[in-house]
């Protein structure tokens, strides 16, 4: 028999003993990022190591998302293959985030009594305190508020994994798109103060990061607080951060075409770090169905920032996003949505088909066009 270390019996020992966090992620870049804030706020505070495999996790973790259709549905049916997990383990803890979770609050337990606690994202920062509450008083945690921007002042600086790295710059959304459950699951636009964005994008650069994508449900309405109490948009933000040691490429999504500025034309044609590519969703070309999902510009309006972007920045890369089967939408609506993507010509867009989102204003709307028709504009 070969003879075993002290040290090295010490490590195997430690190894075996380390705490572990299985993280599953539905959804958004957001979530994406949320998920990786998380990783490095269990990491620090409770010496979490991530885990591949759920039935090896001390903590569990669902970050889920609201936007598909039955996305109810896909949750509750993840935490039921989990439920056997908890019966074997009952020190486990498994919790519930992202926008279902805000959704769906308390009555998550009631479907999945075996859930320890509920947190939104902007509650995440209060992770390592519910976690340990729900163990020390065995009873569930619940937090799904919208304290304004806070979780970013709780919230250890990111871990480094790659040359690439996404940024949350803002928070939440107050356009209220009839179809869109954002506002109500994630709360109002909140900007991120604009110096501590650069200083956690410097941090990121300083160690190896070499492109960063700028995030918000609608980023092109960011208005960061600067030192001197100015606000300053996306497209000033963009130029501090090209100027950023280190930093060769800059993205930014998703963009709202209501607040698609000259200032960040501009932005594309002067600064060569920011990719050539707008991911810029319409929706549909139907000025009637964009007034009934509360778009607030037309289609002619939409057209005319492309042009002008074209103008400014020819071969640009341009992408957008439709929603077919809106209720209400006749073959005339349709037929000019397919003139719109004739007119601009997008490199590629992501099309679906509609599907009701409870709790918001499209829901209540007579919805006559049947699937099969729906499936067929597809």
């Given at each position: 028999m070969f003879p075993i270390m002290r040290g090295s019996l010490n490590h195997v020992m430690t190894l075996s003993m380390a705490k572990k966090l299985y993280i599953e992620t539905h959804g958004c870049q957001m979530n994406e990022y949320d998920s990786s804030r998380m990783v490095d706020l269990l990491g620090e505070h409770q010496a979490l190591e991530v885990t591949a495999r759920a039935e090896d996790a001390d903590v569990i973790l669902l970050n889920t998302c609201s936007i598909r259709e039955r996305a109810q549905d896909r949750v509750y049916s993840q935490l039921g293959r989990w439920r056997e997990l908890k019966l074997a383990n009952p020190d486990m803890v498994i919790a519930v985030g992202g926008c279902v979770a805000s959704q769906e609050g308390a009555a998550i337990r009631d479907r999945a009594p075996y859930v320890d606690v509920v947190f939104g994202p902007q509650t995440l920062h209060r992770l390592p305190e519910m976690i340990d509450a729900a163990r020390a008083t065995k009873l569930p945690q619940v937090d799904v508020s919208f304290p304004e921007i806070e979780k970013f002042d709780h919230l250890p600086e990111p871990r480094i994994d790659g040359p690439s790295a996404y940024v949350s710059v803002m928070e939440g959304c107050s356009k209220y798109c009839t179809f869109c459950v954002v506002p109500y699951t994630r709360g109002e636009e909140v900007s991120r103060p604009f110096d501590d964005v650069i200083a956690e994008i410097i941090h990121l650069a300083e160690n190896g990061v070499r492109e960063v994508t700028l995030l918000g449900q609608n980023v092109n309405g960011y208005r960061g607080a600067t030192h001197d109490g100015r606000l300053a948009d996306l497209a000033e933000l963009i130029r501090v951060v090209a100027a950023v040691e280190g930093i060769d490429r800059i993205r930014y999504t998703t963009s709202h075409p209501l607040e698609f500025s000259d200032s960040l034309i501009q932005a594309h044609a002067d600064v060569p770090e920011l990719v050539k590519h707008l991911h810029l969703p319409v929706q549909s070309g139907s000025d009637r169905i964009l007034s009934a999902m509360k778009r607030n510009h037309t289609a002619l309006e939409y057209k005319s920032k492309l042009r002008k972007l074209r103008a400014?920045?020819?071969?640009?890369?341009?992408?957008?996003?439709?929603?077919?089967?809106?209720?209400?939408?006749?073959?005339?609506?349709?037929?000019?949505?397919?003139?719109?993507?004739?007119?601009?010509?997008?490199?590629?867009?992501?099309?679906?088909?509609?599907?009701?989102?409870?709790?918001?204003?499209?829901?209540?709307?007579?919805?006559?066009?049947?699937?099969?028709?729906?499936?067929?504009?597809?």
């Open positions: 400014a920045v020819p071969g640009i890369c341009i992408s957008s996003d439709f929603i077919v089967g809106f209720p209400g939408e006749t073959e005339k609506d349709f037929e000019q949505t397919m003139k719109l993507i004739e007119d601009v010509g997008f490199d590629f867009s992501y099309s679906f088909v509609y599907s009701q989102r409870p709790g918001t204003p499209a829901a209540d709307l007579a919805d006559e066009t049947p699937e099969a028709l729906k499936k067929e504009r597809l």
